[in-house]
């Protein structure tokens, strides 16, 4: 199994401008999670989704911020449009029902 | 609301060395507890994780962890520790109800020669 896999690795875009960042989870997993990493704030949950459904979106900080889970394979975070202050790393998760999540390797984003 | 608290933000060891880092949660029932780590640039990697049974449990790369109810702790140590174990350790917490991850600030380890 590849894991959890993310992309693009790394972006860096211009203030304003729209950014899509991009999670394929662990095939079977039915828990897919949205992380950001700041060195203020850690790790914060974003959202998840749990059978491609939206369960819990309180972390969403703003409604520039957007979650889509079309199918159990692909899920997408969008930012539109993006503030110096969205830089931070963005983990996605999968898992199982109490398996114990597995990362993907993040998307580091800076704003500028 | 259940929460995580790492009391160390820093720790150095020797190389050799033991290491215990501290974890405590806040929460009225039993959680399923779980150490992460995160090496520089990398994304997190479970070390070990509680759901319920014996409440010492073994984990990837010599590492153990102990949940004391009592206590609310779940600290987790190695008896000897390698150059390579530098990063950060990262507590969290799962309630029961749920499957909702709730991490501890983390604690950055650095190894002296």
């Known amino acids: 199994d590849a894991g959890v896999i993310q992309s693009p690795r790394h972006e860096v875009t211009e203030m304003g401008q729209e950014v899509t960042l991009r999670c394929k989870p662990i095939?079977?997993?039915?828990?897919l999670f949205w992380y950001r990493q700041t060195m203020m704030r850690g790790l914060e949950l974003l959202i998840y989704f749990n059978n491609n459904v939206p369960i819990d979106d309180s972390g969403m900080p703003e409604d520039r911020f957007s979650a889509k889970m079309p199918n159990a394979s692909f899920s997408t975070l969008k930012i539109q449009p993006s503030e110096p202050r969205d830089s931070a790393v963005y983990f996605c998760?999968?898992?199982?029902?109490?398996?114990?999540?597995?990362f993907g390797s993040g998307t580091r984003l800076t704003v500028v | 609301a259940q929460s995580v608290t790492q009391p160390d933000i820093h720790i150095t060891v020797s190389e050799g060395a033991s290491l215990e880092l501290r974890c405590n949660y806040s929460y009225g029932a039993t959680p399923y507890l779980f150490w992460y780590v995160q090496s520089p640039g990398q994304g997190l990697q479970l070390l070990l994780k509680?759901?319920?049974?014996?409440?010492l449990v073994q984990g990837i790369k010599g590492f153990e962890a102990e949940f004391k109810r009592s206590q609310s702790s779940f600290n987790l140590r190695k008896p000897s520790v390698h150059w390579s174990d530098a990063a950060e350790y990262f507590c969290a917490v799962i309630k029961a109800a749920g499957n909702k991850l709730t991490f501890g600030g983390g604690t950055r380890v650095l190894v002296k020669p």
């Open positions: 509680y759901f319920s049974g014996d409440t």
């Open positions: 095939s079977g997993h039915d828990y």
């Open positions: 998760a999968s898992s199982s029902r109490f398996g114990g999540y597995t």
